[in-house]
């Protein structure tokens, strides 16, 4: 029904930047909330960064101040642009949104396919 394509992983040195995307596609109605998780090794999932429909975000304490979520309404895409990063937001990331389906009565949750970030010098 909806398919989540991400992109924007890599490998970074310390202190240096990256921007990933997430964009949505199919039988999309409306979506909602959009977010960024991720999974280190031997870790749980942690929510990264979120945002509302209506723009309000939200941080995990340790990105706050270096990264920024964003979205693009007309483009079904959410961006997390990460500054000053740091050997421990080395992770697999994946972006979550919530979706109305068209011809469905509630809210879908999709995740995308997870994009590799790995800090290191």
């Known amino acids: 029904q909806v398919q989540l394509v991400e992109s924007g992983g890599g490998l970074v040195q310390p202190g240096g930047s990256l921007r990933l995307s997430c964009a949505a596609s199919?039988?999309?109605?409306?979506?909602?909330?959009m977010g960024w998780y991720r999974q280190a090794p031997g870790k749980e999932r942690e929510l990264v960064a979120a945002i509302t429909g209506a723009g309000i975000t939200q941080y995990v304490d340790s990105v706050t101040g270096r990264f920024t979520i964003s979205r693009d309404n007309a483009k079904n895409t959410v961006y997390l642009q990460m500054n000053s990063l740091t050997p421990e937001d080395t992770a697999v990331y994946f972006c979550?949104?919530?979706?109305?389906?068209?011809?469905?009565?509630?809210?879908?949750?999709?995740w995308g396919q997870g994009t590799q970030v790995i800090v290191s010098s």
């Open positions: 979550n949104v919530g979706v109305r389906v068209i011809g469905h009565l509630f809210e879908t949750n999709y």
């Open positions: 199919g039988r999309i109605l409306s979506i909602n909330a």
